[in-house]
């Protein structure tokens, strides 16, 4: 039980941690604020998704995926939904081009590579674009709080 409480305590003070400094980025850092921070929980999350297929045996090609979920946010600022989609569109084709080409590659691992990528960062790249919307740091408070 204490072992519970204690994992709790620590989930608890993570969430608040996290939820300061997406206050900060909202308030303070503007769109680039967001898009960094995007970029930075989308790397960790997707990286925890690809350990998690590992254990269930499947090696996805995560150097591709990092790079296209921390490039989306990136992508999103700088040409708004064109730049997030022609990202997307560059994953999807460089992940079947690695599958072609590699005789190691199966399709379950590139299929768990384009859809962890785009369920986590091109999800997350969108707090970019409701961010530059005209009421973007309003909605966005309303989702966090």
Do not use: C, K
């Not at 970029?39 to 090696?59: D, H, K, Q, T």
């Not at 090609?61 to 790079?67: C, N, P, T, W, Y």
């Amino acid at each position: 039980m204490t072992a519970s409480l204690s994992d709790f305590a620590v989930r608890t003070a993570s969430a608040g941690l996290l939820g300061v400094v997406m206050l900060a980025a909202l308030f303070f850092g503007g769109v680039w604020g967001i898009a960094v921070l995007a970029a930075v929980i989308s790397a960790l999350a997707l990286a925890e998704f690809f350990a998690l297929s590992r254990r269930g045996g499947r090696r996805a090609q995560e150097f591709l995926g990092l790079a296209a979920s921390v490039a989306m946010p990136v992508a999103a600022v700088i040409a708004g939904r064109g730049g997030l989609t022609i990202v997307a569109a560059a994953l999807v084709m460089a992940a079947l081009a690695s599958h072609v080409f590699s005789r190691a590659s199966r399709l379950a691992e590139t299929a768990v590579t384009v859809f962890g990528t785009l369920y986590i960062g091109f999800s997350l790249a969108h707090l970019v674009l409701i961010r530059q919307m005209n009421e973007g740091t309003m909605l966005l408070l309303a989702m966090i709080v």
